[in-house]
Structures are given as structure tokens and as C-alpha cells.
């Protein structure tokens, strides 16, 4: 009896052992600009992305993304208490980027270069600090919806040439609707910038912070309808389109980031 039980121990010892290490659930595209929703296993205490801390929820739930010059391969590992961690390689697919040619200055016209560099660094402070914000928002859940009406009239990523002048690349997705039409939050969220006072290049702005890590901005608006500290549920109405700031004529610029990578809105609806 002893032997048979000996036996039965260690044939279920054995398939236990070969049983492979449980996976960390992942789904959505890995890709430049792109993302992934997953849920960590069980007793997951902290993951990582490149060696980088990812924003766990309670039920396990996480997002992880990707930005516009993403290497090809990411590892995210997840930890876990009193166990091995799990180390997951993850292929990031290349992506071929487009030149544009717009037709306005790199820089507001008029204006010393001096004096721009100066009011700049205070936007862009103000940019920063909004990002920085964590909220309980839960946005970063939902499939998004088009921000507004209208075909896309610039694509995330494309290298633009203003006035012959090379710039940027274009961090987000133009859609040209029509002057005055409603831009209507994508996802659940919280707004954590309104700028009432124009900014240089971005006019009128507003940032939503949907959680996690991940935010919205759109640009260019020509009234805005929330204020700091305001929640929005998804298709609530927060600004209308204008062509403030940096722009050719009306139309919205609408920006993703997750922890500071520039993502492709496109790749979210």
C-alpha cells in the first residue's frame, strides 16, 4: 500500500512538474504605437515592462502600450510572491512612417524666439504635470469611440515638414470636422488640464486622464466645456472644434499616451 502510494505521489509530482509555467494573458495588437490589455496571474505582486513598473488593478487587470519608436522586442515580467517570477517576451511589429508637408511656420509667427522658448517651457510644464496625474479613472478599460465626426486628415506618426522646415513627427490623429462640431470624450475619464488661455501650438486644450496611466488630449478646440477636476463619462461632450494654436483650419488633434509613450488613437477604436 505504501509502495502504490509512493508511486501515485510521484507520478502526480511528475505531471505537475511538466505542466509549463501559466502564461501572462495578453490581448491586443503588439506594435508601434499599439497596446495590450492583459490580467496577471494569481499572487502577481508587481510587473514590469522593460524594467519599468506597470499599473496593476485589484482584479489584476493591466494595460500596457507601446510608443511610436518602440524597439522590437519588450520583455514584461510579472512578480509573484514566494514563486519564480514569470518573464514573457514580447515582439513589437515595426511600423513605416509617412512625411507630410503642412503649410503653416514650425513656430508661431510674430513672436521673438526668446520669448517663445520662455512662454514654452510653462505650457509644456503644465503638459507634463497634467500627465503625471493618477486617477481612479476606468477608461483605459473601455473600446473608444471617435472623439468627433469627420474623416482623418492626419495620421499618427507621419514625419512633418512645415514650410520646409522639418518638425516632430505627428504625435496623435487630425480629424477635420467641421468648425463649432462637439469633440466628445473617447473614454471614461477625468480632467486633469483645461486651458482656457490658448497655448502656442496646441490653442485650446484639454487632457483626460482615463487611469492607468493612459490620457487623452485634444488640441486646437475653440471652446471648451469642462473644467480641472471634472469626470466624463464616454461620449460626454468637453469641447468644440476650433483652429487655435498651430493649425491650418478647424479641426481636432486628439493625442493617447500610456506613461509617457506616444501612442496611435486610431489603433483604439
Not at 471617435?146 to 515638414?161: N, T
Request: proline share 7%.
Amino acid at each position: 500500500m505504501r509502495l502504490a502510494c509512493a508511486v501515485l505521489m510521484a507520478v502526480a509530482a511528475g505531471i505537475a512538474a511538466a505542466q509549463p509555467a501559466p502564461l501572462i494573458a495578453l490581448r491586443g495588437k503588439a506594435i508601434q504605437g499599439g497596446w495590450m490589455r492583459g490580467q496577471a496571474p494569481a499572487g502577481t505582486t508587481a510587473l514590469l515592462l522593460d524594467g519599468k513598473p506597470v499599473p496593476l488593478a485589484a482584479d489584476g487587470a493591466f494595460l500596457i502600450a507601446f510608443d511610436r519608436d518602440a524597439a522590437p522586442q519588450a520583455t514584461l515580467v510579472a512578480q509573484r510572491s514566494g514563486l519564480p517570477d514569470l518573464v514573457q517576451p514580447i515582439a513589437v511589429a515595426p511600423r513605416a512612417w509617412a512625411i507630410q508637408n503642412v503649410n503653416v511656420a514650425l513656430r508661431p509667427p510674430g513672436l521673438p524666439d526668446a520669448e517663445f522658448q520662455r512662454i514654452r517651457a510653462g505650457e509644456l510644464a503644465q503638459i507634463k504635470a497634467a500627465r503625471a496625474q493618477a486617477t481612479d479613472a476606468q477608461g483605459w478599460r473601455q473600446a473608444m469611440l471617435k472623439p468627433a465626426a469627420g474623416r482623418i486628415s492626419g495620421h499618427f506618426g507621419s514625419q512633418r515638414i512645415y514650410q520646409g522646415q522639418p518638425g516632430a513627427y505627428h504625435s496623435g490623429t487630425d480629424i477635420a470636422g467641421g468648425a463649432g462640431a462637439p469633440i466628445l470624450a473617447p473614454a471614461d475619464g477625468v480632467v486633469v488640464l483645461a486651458a482656457e488661455t490658448p497655448f502656442t501650438l496646441e490653442g485650446h486644450l484639454v487632457i483626460l486622464d482615463h487611469g492607468m496611466g493612459l490620457n487623452s488630449a485634444f488640441l486646437h478646440a475653440s471652446v471648451l466645456k469642462v473644467k480641472v477636476g471634472d469626470r466624463v463619462v464616454q461620449g460626454q461632450e468637453i469641447a468644440r472644434i476650433g483652429s487655435t494654436g498651430r493649425a491650418t483650419g478647424p479641426h481636432l488633434h486628439w493625442g493617447l499616451t500610456w506613461q509617457g509613450k506616444r501612442l496611435d488613437p486610431e489603433l483604439f477604436l
